[in-house]
């Protein structure tokens, strides 16, 4: 169980021998964490919202059909934020159509026609016998052996561990629809413009630190973090020259569209209103890139040779937008990936150089956080690449807020994440250049567990007493109390890690559990109100239990057919759910339509990152196709809520009578309001 953190100082120091000329001469690494600028409070407001909505006048959806029936006004062009979601509709029903599952999935499983279906190879499990099936009727496939399900997009998703957003961009590619050339009207200039102009930036950046006169400051700062000239170039490292108007007359010359550049962060308007100025000033420039390896933003640090380095910030960012926010972003995914999905892991460090340094002495599983803990929206990306996570931290870092964040993220996710420290006072840059790369390897793999390594911390300030042990408890307790599924696996065997450590009766610690998680539900609905729809409470574990019958079908009703959300939000709302994920899915339906959306699956998938959750929900909605005048079904299961309702009423008040039974006038009271 223990496997703690390789502490001792490593003894051998490893010359560093660059593999290429570097630049300029070198003295140390520098400490480079702790600068990144921070940033303003805006939000990353169009998460879901990637990709550039189109009108097109021959898709019709179902779903617009499902409107017009129920004699929505909202086609009318131009108008309201529906139409952007019956575009972004109609757009995806498009692709789904253009991309037939058989052809799709027959690029990369050899399928045979068996009937009605096509039968192959399993290419998610190691399948010997044909046990995949894909229905060109309802255009889905499953697998009858490891029971993966889904459409064309999930498919795609998996296939190759990308996002929703990116498999529809891919299938949209194979088809020849562009997603790239439509604009968006009001709604801002599309991704692909932006996408553009910032490459073109990163390419002036790039060039001017190879080959400027002017950048020889740059290129000697970077010589002496010890930089080689292939990392420089596989990252695309560039320099903005201290000149205000570099960019802006370089934009101009090639007609690059001056407000777009205003919009991405790249240069400001001048005081007077007149003209532009580079925003970026005498800063080395790393680009940050997705996972593709487009680049959507910029991070610059200031030259310490700059004259201005005492005054401004050491390092800025791109501004916020559609394309970039810094608390999305891991810098060096798109190096990472390869490697990562091969040694199946990846360490989180903190810095740009940190990066750069363990790619170039060749540990590439490595990315760094954009100087923001590494939150849920990091893990949903990492999800697609790996299963564990290693946070590297310094070694004086160990018993503060980074843990406690790392838990909660631990918690709240399916991710093996665990925290490797380094040796004390050297950050993982220094480390690397200073004593090469096998104590940094070596770090990583002696990582532990970061419930371990709390509970190791919990214990010893459980040391001080029967209150120090009550504190302790609360923390670890408060931390549980934060995933969506209280009776999972995985918190069973927190719980029992727990009582075991601090000796502690388990049924103690789940009554506090209960008595936290209520109290935090009673809150919930506030909060989820003002928040990012379920995206930020990601989905539950395995759901352990059933959901009750009732339950299930209404939400095999409402994934239908979409049009009954509203006439279900009237009458029920989350908390009368008893399912967790049911609940989850429902409250996501609510939160679309109270965002003008279409309550739809379609809709919730770029927002739940639960693969197992939206599986069973697509399970569910063709299972509530099936069904005949679903409105009419809707209606008996109302009806059955009321039911379950009024019997719960009864039997809480028969309890109260039983409780009662010293008290007349309360009992009498009770008896009055049952036979009511
Ligand atoms: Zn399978």
Excluded at 338 to 365: F, R
Aim: with cysteine.
């Amino acid at each position: 169980m223990d496997g703690s953190p390789l502490l001792h100082s490593h003894p051998v120091r490893t010359a560093f021998i660059p593999a290429e000329p570097r630049f300029g001469e070198g003295a140390e690494c520098a400490r480079q964490k702790g600068g990144f600028s921070p940033s303003g409070s805006a939000t990353f407001a169009c998460g879901v919202a990637l990709v550039p909505a189109i009108r097109h006048r021959h898709a019709v959806s179902l779903e617009r059909a499902l409107r017009r029936k129920r004699g929505h006004n909202d086609l009318i062009p131009g108008g309201s934020r529906c139409t952007l979601a019956e575009d972004r509709a109609a757009l995806k029903q498009r692709i789904k159509e253009a991309n037939d599952i058989v052809d799709v999935v027959g690029k990369h499983v050899a399928l045979r026609q068996k009937g009605a279906t096509f039968k192959g190879l399993c290419p998610f499990h190691d399948d010997h016998n044909p046990s995949f099936d894909v229905d060109p009727r309802r255009q889905t496939y499953r697998c009858w052996s490891c029971g993966k399900y889904g459409d064309v997009f999930t498919f795609v998703q998996e296939i190759n561990r990308v996002g929703f957003v990116e498999a529809m961009e891919e299938l949209a590619r194979n088809a020849g629809i562009s997603l790239e050339n439509q604009t968006f009207a009001k709604h801002g200039p599309n991704r692909a413009r932006m996408l553009e102009v910032t490459r073109w930036a990163a390419e002036q950046f790039h060039q001017c630190l190879l080959d400027a006169t002017f950048a020889e400051p740059a290129r000697l700062y970077l010589g002496e973090r010890r930089l080689i000239g292939d990392i420089v170039r596989r990252f695309g490292l560039g320099f903005a020259p201290p000149q205000g108007d570099w960019l802006v007359r370089k934009a101009t010359e090639s007609g690059q569209p001056l407000d777009l550049m205003e919009q991405l962060g790249l240069i400001s308007k001048n005081n007077d209103g007149n003209g532009f100025y580079g925003r970026f000033r005498d800063r080395v420039m790393f680009p940050i890139r997705d996972i593709r390896g487009q680049t959507v933003g910029f991070g610059g640090r200031i030259l310490p040779s700059s004259l201005s380095s005492a005054k401004v910030a050491k390092y800025i960012n791109s501004a916020e937008n559609f394309l970039f926010s810094k608390s999305d972003q891991l810098y060096g995914l798109d190096q990472a990936r390869n490697e990562a999905l091969k040694a199946k892991e990846l360490a989180v460090v903190e810095g740009y150089t940190d990066v750069l340094m363990a790619h170039q002495m060749g540990v590439t599983n490595v990315v760094a956080t954009m100087g923001t803990a590494l939150n849920d929206r990091h893990v949903r990306k990492l999800k697609h690449v790996v299963s564990k996570v290693v946070l590297v931290f310094d070694a004086d870092e160990g018993g503060n807020k980074g843990v406690d964040r790392a838990l909660e993220v631990f918690v709240r996710n399916n991710l093996e994440l665990r925290v490797a420290k380094l040796p004390s006072g050297l950050d993982p840059c220094d480390l690397l250049v200073e004593q090469g790369v096998d104590p940094f390897r070596e770090a990583i793999d002696g990582a532990i567990d970061v419930f371990e390594h709390k509970l190791a911390q919990v214990f010893e300030q459980a040391q001080g007493g029967v209150e120090a042990q009550e504190r302790a408890v609360q923390q670890m307790l408060a931390v549980l109390a934060l995933t969506p599924e209280l009776r999972s696996v995985k918190m069973e065997l927190m719980v029992n890690r727990i009582a075991h450590r601090l000796y502690l009766k388990e049924e103690t610690l789940w009554n506090k559990l209960r008595q936290l998680q209520s109290s935090r539900q009673q809150s919930a609905p506030e909060a989820s109100r003002s928040g990012e729809l379920a995206a930020e409470q990601p989905g539950p574990q395995e759901p352990v239990g059933k959901a009750p019958p009732v339950e299930v079908e209404l939400l095999q009703l409402l994934l239908a057919e979409p049009a009954l959300v509203a006439r279900v939000s009237g009458e029920i709302t989350p908390n009368m759910i008893e399912h967790s994920s049911v609940r989850m899915i429902l409250e996501g339906l609510y939160r679309l339509l109270a965002e003008g959306l279409t309550p739809e699956l379609d809709e919730l998938r770029g927002r739940i990152d639960n693969e197992t959750l939206l599986a069973r929900a697509m399970v569910a909605k063709q299972r509530g196709l099936d069904l005949a005048d679903r409105p009419a079904c809707l209606e008996r299961v109302l009806e059955r809520f009321r039911e379950r309702a009024r019997t719960r009423q009864t039997k809480e008040l028969q309890n109260q009578l039983q409780s009662a039974k010293n008290d007349h006038a309360a009992a009498r009271e009770l008896l009055r309001q049952l036979r009511h």
